[in-house]
């Protein structure tokens, strides 16, 4: 099972529950995507169904009978709910279904079998369709004894109020940066020093999604996007040279990491003004989440998006600098 990096006040909240015999049935475990949510999830399962000793943290060892049950996928008293791969091709399906939720009386029927305890992982409750949820719902009122719910979810704000006031709350926060690292240096072994730290900066705490941004070459796009800010663009010729290298299609991983990265660009300006300066960036900030957040879903043509959005990280430099650069 993969390790798990940061996170000791959720840990050692979900420990108190179960260490003092009062472990609630249902936890609903958020944060932002890629930081260890579904982990935690899995982790706090198999504490639970090891039943292991009284050490700190969720780690159980590998060759408890419980962990190797669970890292085969064959534990009897633990079900996973997730989207299924559909009938043809590859795509998930874009829910999971109340079909899969009915599907835990199968878990609750009959007394569990290994462990004392029987644990569902949800994985993302988000995901969850409406007739679902309602069936949800009815385990969490009424729970099996000795059962526990971990249910991810990237967006609580949207769930069900009846579902959420059943559960108790563990919102997971981005790393810092130690932990940041050292989950990157696990994850990519083969990456040195310099992509490890230019992962962890643009990664906002969160490894997943800085592990996305690998191959990229970001340190490019970031020289570039400095450059603009710094002394603007008098001929377009920057955002030209930016818009026709990312419209190709072989770019399209690029072009999506340009998408994320010139908002976040433009919020960390920001952090250095102070006045109008402040005003004026922010301004841009709220144009770049606009159209950044717009393009792929409105299925904007790349290169136009490129070009505008380089546009505004050019609006940043100082006054004076693109008649300086055009000396």
């Not at 049935?25 to 090891?50: D, N, Y």
């Not at 992982?121 to 971990?150: H, Y």
């Amino acid at each position: 099972m993969k390790p798990l990096y940061g996170h000791d006040a959720a840990i050692a909240a979900f420990r108190e529950g179960l260490d003092s015999g009062r472990l609630h049935h249902a936890w609903l475990i958020s944060g932002p995507q890629g930081i260890g949510k579904a982990t935690f999830a899995e982790k706090a399962a198999l504490r639970v169904l090891a039943e292991a000793g009284a050490d700190a943290g969720l780690d159980v060892p590998d060759e408890h009978p419980a962990a190797k049950l669970v890292q085969a996928g064959s534990h009897p008293d633990l079900m996973r709910l997730e989207r299924l791969p559909k009938e043809t091709g590859t795509d998930l399906a874009r829910s999971i279904t109340v079909d899969q939720v009915r599907g835990l009386q199968r878990l609750f029927s009959t007394t569990s079998s290994i462990s004392s305890w029987r644990a569902v992982i949800i994985d993302s409750i988000d995901d969850l369709e409406r007739s679902g949820a309602n069936a949800l719902l009815k385990n969490l009122e009424e729970p099996p004894a000795k059962s526990v719910f971990l249910l991810v979810s990237h967006a609580p704000e949207r769930l069900l109020p009846t579902i959420r006031s059943r559960c108790r709350h563990l919102r997971l926060s981005p790393l810092g940066q130690g932990d940041m690292i050292s989950a990157l240096r696990a994850a990519a072994p083969e990456a040195d020093e310099q992509e490890i730290r230019t992962l962890s900066a643009i990664g906002q705490g969160s490894p997943g999604r800085a592990l996305t941004y690998r191959g990229l070459d970001i340190d490019a796009l970031d020289a570039s996007l400095r450059d603009l800010a710094a002394r603007g663009d008098p001929t377009n010729a920057g955002r030209s040279a930016l818009a026709q290298s990312l419209a190709l299609k072989s770019a399209q991983p690029r072009y999506e990491a340009f998408l994320e990265r010139v908002p976040a660009f433009i919020a960390a300006e920001a952090k250095k003004r102070s006045g109008p300066g402040l005003g004026r960036a922010l301004s841009l900030w709220e144009e770049a989440s606009d159209l950044a957040s717009s393009a792929t879903g409105l299925s904007l043509e790349p290169q136009s998006v490129v070009f505008e959005l380089a546009g505004l990280v050019a609006a940043l430099a100082p006054p004076g600098a693109d008649a300086a650069r055009l000396r």
